[in-house]
T-cell receptor, first 113, second 114 residues
Framework: SAVISQKPSRDICQRGTSLTIQCQVD?????MFWYRQQPGQSLTLIAT?????????ESGFVIDKFPISRPNLTFSTLTVSNMSPEDSSIYLCSVRGLGETQYFGPGTRLLVL | AQSVTQLGSHVSVSEGALVLLRCNYSSSVPPYLFWYVQYPNQGLQLLLK??????LVKGINGFEAEFKKSETSFHLTKPSAHMSDAAEYFCAVSEAGGYQKVTFGTGTKLQVIP
């Protein structure tokens, strides 16, 4: 299994600002993902972070709002841009391991005022 | 396209009673199936998974699940609930073969009553 850390673990931000979330994995992985979990809801895939190329976004998510970087096989960042209260969520980094299993980081709890 | 349905957003059981959390899936190809648990203020932890082989899968913390293709189900059970089992449980499916997207159910919150 992979050990995943995220920074920050939580934050309170003002509307209109941006926050960058970091995800670090303890081993090299090909597939990294970013999910959003809105209050009381399930996980929604935002995008797949590809090393050396642009991220692949799911329907309803755009690069201008959620820019993603993937400079190497162990690290990725997700930025939540021009935030509004609707962006208040838990943001989870995930990696794909052996046997199609996905492992998750502890999440970043974001509150936008 | 694949989908997951979890019946019951909230389930309450008494301590020591059987835990049964229901999950039905839809997939056009053989599925990989997963159960994850999320404790308060934590990320998701893998409980167990089914990929191929034996249809009864045992996981951590005494949980198990059985893949029933004819019923398109993957229900999670535990013979005797413990207070520490109180958490939210997510069923998930991906399609076998290559790197396929994982789809999560809406989750079931398990309450254990002393």
């Amino acid at each position: 299994s992979a050990v995943i850390s995220q920074k920050p673990s939580r934050d309170i931000c003002q509307r209109g600002t941006s926050l960058t979330i970091q995800c670090q994995v303890d081993s090299q992985v090909t597939m990294m993902f970013w999910y959003r979990q809105q209050p009381g809801q399930s996980l929604t895939l935002i995008a797949t972070a590809n090393q050396g190329s642009e991220a692949t976004y799911e329907s309803g998510f755009v690069i201008d709002k959620f820019p993603i970087s993937r400079p190497n096989l162990t690290f990725s960042t997700l930025t939540v841009s021009n935030m509004s209260p609707e962006d208040s969520s838990i943001y989870l980094c995930s990696v794909r391991g052996l046997g199609e299993t996905q492992y998750f980081g502890p999440g970043t709890r974001l509150l936008v005022l | 396209a694949q989908s997951v349905t979890q019946l019951g957003s909230h389930v309450s059981v008494s301590e020591g009673a059987l835990v049964l959390l229901r999950c039905n899936y839809s997939s056009s190809v053989p599925p990989y199936l997963f159960w994850y648990v999320q404790y308060p203020n934590q990320g998701l932890q893998l409980l167990l998974k089914y990929t191929t082989g034996a249809t009864l899968v045992k996981g951590i913390n005494g949980f198990e699940a059985e893949f029933k293709k004819s019923e398109t189900s993957f229900h999670l059970t535990k013979p005797s609930a413990h207070m520490s089992d109180a958490a939210e449980y997510f069923c998930a499916v991906s399609e076998a073969g290559g790197y396929q997207k994982v789809t999560f159910g809406t989750g079931t919150k398990l309450q254990v009553i002393p």
